[in-house]
């Protein structure tokens, strides 16, 4: 009979000192987990700031539009007219070193005009063609000997001139990093001046990069212009900005 009584005890007894164990491991497991108010994200104290980075450059190259314009009775021979036109002015401006793969037809136009007298009756149909050659320029030291040759060659109008950068990459990446030095900067003299010391920082973000190109040229027409001498065209500058947001942590000193 003692037997089986010191039996039944060692089970109860292990029982008991499981429950006592997981008492005391829980609050351990709860004390892990546990956040102060002061590791809260409402109470983290941040300092935040932006910066504006500008880049000004000179443009290098430029885009130009050439207008192609004829007339024939028949559309054979209006197209025909403006093919020739067009191989012309092609030539010239190869002959300028333009590169081939840098002029391309960019619109190409076929429409019918018809003629009246003073009855208002139609006595005649005319057939125009409009044709656009979009040129890259890479040496603008040859620009307005360029646009000349394409008027002498026989384009009717040159509109639509636009300066740009070769490297816009490189100009918008230098923009972003002054935008950020400029807002580390700022941090740095918003602590000193609060009297507090700047911590790491928290959030970056680069924003409103933007691209401001010189106003397009208005355009050359044909004829006058065409027998004037040769005037320089201004590129002007090119402007490239960014900003940055910059957030950290501060504490005192």
Excluded: W
Aim: glycine content about 8%.
């Amino acid at each position: 009979m003692k037997t089986k009584s010191f039996n039944y005890a060692i089970p109860i007894l292990l029982l008991v000192t499981l429950i006592l164990g997981a008492c005391q491991v829980a609050p351990a497991a709860n004390a892990q987990n546990t956040i102060t108010p002061a590791e809260t994200a409402g109470n983290l104290r941040t300092i935040s700031v932006t910066g504006t980075g500008e880049v000004i450059l000179v443009p290098d190259m430029a885009y130009i539009n050439v207008g192609i314009h004829t007339e024939a009775e028949d559309v054979t021979s209006a197209v025909a007219a403006n093919n020739q036109q067009a191989a012309d002015i092609t030539a010239a401006i190869v002959a300028m070193g333009v590169e081939s793969k840098d002029i391309q037809t960019s619109n190409f136009n076929v429409y019918s005009m018809n003629r009246y007298d003073n009855m208002s009756n139609i006595i005649g149909t005319t057939f125009a063609v409009d044709n656009t050659l979009y040129i890259i320029v890479r040496d603008l030291t040859k620009l307005s000997e360029l646009l000349d040759a394409a008027l002498g060659a026989g384009a009717n109008q040159i509109y639509g001139i636009t300066f740009d950068i070769a490297d816009r990459s490189g100009a918008i990446a230098r923009a972003r990093d002054l935008a950020i030095q400029d807002a580390e900067a700022k941090a740095m003299a918003v602590a000193d001046t609060a009297g507090v010391a700047l911590g790491k920082l928290q959030t970056i973000n680069v924003v409103n990069t933007s691209y401001v190109q010189p106003l397009a040229g208005s355009g050359r027409g044909g004829g006058a212009a065409a027998e004037t001498p040769s005037v320089p065209i201004s590129a002007g500058q090119i402007i490239v900005t960014a900003d940055a947001d910059l957030v950290y942590l501060f504490g005192d000193k």
